[in-house]
């Protein structure tokens, strides 16, 4: 799996968009953009995942760059609630989704 | 749905000890997998299985073993525990590999070795 790069930590206002950046420069041509997003100490859950379209869900929107190396994953509206880790994955499409690395993760604080 | 369930929450094991972390879903998915994940660090992959029957190592196997007799059960087993196994235990559980079927993760157990 391609590698990816995020930032340590971001803070947002409540009621701002919380924009995450992730960069995968190495990611192939078969390979899916996942985030995942992990409130302290419970199991992480899926946000939103794309290849090369932006994407969006009730959750977040996923903006992914024309080249593919980078995207970043709004929040619209980040409320308190959304202060979490978020994780940035890349994956071969046909790749056990057990198999993907889970870096350390962009520590999101939403601040009111 | 319950989803996926993970037993015990919390347990503070001795050094040298074993013992069995239980992990069950009820979505009949195919694809189970053990991450441990140590404070303030990603998840590693321990294991996963494909179904029932079928087991594979991950990234952190050694220390581990797992079983797969059914389809919703999914126990990782740590024989003589180490310092070094103390981490939060994450069981997760997916319908496909296909993107869009992704991955539901457990509450986790938080193991101590001491």
């Known amino acids: 799996d391609a590698k990816t790069t995020q930032p340590t930590s971001m803070d947002c206002a409540e009621g701002r968009a919380a924009n995450l950046p992730c960069n995968h420069s190495?990611?192939?041509?078969?390979?899916?953009v996942y985030w995942y997003r992990q409130i302290h100490s419970q199991g992480p859950q899926y946000i939103i995942h794309?290849?090369?379209n932006n994407e969006t869900n009730e959750m977040a929107s996923l903006i992914i760059t024309e080249d593919r190396k980078s995207s970043t994953l709004i929040l619209p509206h980040a409320t308190l609630r959304d202060t979490a880790v978020y994780y940035c994955?890349?994956?071969?499409?046909?790749?056990?989704?057990?198999?993907?690395?889970f870096g350390d993760g962009t520590t999101l604080t939403v601040k009111p | 749905n319950a989803g996926v369930t993970q037993t015990p929450k919390f347990r503070i094991l001795k050094i040298g000890q074993s013992m069995t972390l239980q992990c069950t879903q009820d979505?009949?998915?195919?694809?189970m997998y053990w991450y441990r994940q140590d404070p303030g660090m990603g998840l590693k992959l321990i294991y996963y299985?494909?179904?029932?029957?079928?087991?594979d190592k991950g990234e952190v196997p050694n220390g581990y073993n797992v079983s797969r007799s059914t389809t919703e059960d999914f126990p990782l087993r740590l024989e003589l525990a180490a310092p070094s196994q103390t981490s939060v235990y994450f069981c997760?559980?997916?319908?496909?590999?296909?993107?869009?079927?992704?991955?539901?993760f457990g509450p986790g157990t938080r193991l101590t070795v001491t």
């Open positions: 997760a559980s997916s319908y496909s590999m296909r993107p869009g079927y992704e991955q539901y």
């Open positions: 190495t990611i192939s041509g078969n390979e899916y």
């Open positions: 794309g290849l090369k």
């Open positions: 994955i890349v994956r071969p499409m046909n790749t056990n989704a057990g198999k993907s690395t």
């Open positions: 979505m009949n998915h195919n694809y």
């Open positions: 299985s494909v179904g029932a029957g079928i087991t």
